[in-house]
């Protein structure tokens, strides 16, 4: 079992920034896709992006995208996400996630691995 463990959450005011991590442990992957999904109080959980940590090859949910970078540094097996320009409605628990495969995937069901969570709160 590959564990996921997140951090950077915290609050900030709107407009602010932050950096989330995410570390894997254990037994890791030749190939595979890591990604970022965050749900609020209430509502489903949402697909925010993802990296391919082969290639690099990111995608965005358009409700981040300009405003959100995915990356990966695979000598930590760690993926970050940088959230700038930040709004009340990304406030969420961000989870991050990884699967086995090259593809992309939006839907939460495709991937194998998750962690914990780190609450992300951003204040008007």
């Known amino acids: 079992q590959v564990q996921l463990v997140e951090s950077g959450g915290g609050t900030v005011q709107a407009g602010g920034s932050l950096r989330l991590s995410c570390t894997a442990s254990?037994?890791?992957?030749?190939?595979?896709?890591m990604a970022w999904f965050r749900q609020a109080p209430g509502k489903e959980r949402e697909f925010v992006a993802s990296?391919?940590?082969?290639?690099?090859?990111?995608y965005y949910a358009d409700s981040v995208k300009g405003r959100n970078t995915i990356s990966r540094d695979n000598a930590k097996n760690t993926v970050y996400l940088q959230m700038n320009s930040l709004k009340p409605d990304d406030t969420a628990v961000y989870y991050c996630?990884?699967?086995?495969?090259?593809?992309?995937?939006?839907?939460?069901?495709?991937?194998?691995?998750w962690g914990q969570g780190t609450q992300v709160t951003v204040s008007s």
């Open positions: 990296i391919s940590m082969i290639g690099g090859r990111t």
């Open positions: 996630a990884a699967k086995p495969s090259l593809t992309y995937a939006s839907n939460y069901e495709a991937y194998n691995y």
């Open positions: 254990g037994r890791t992957f030749s190939t595979y896709v």
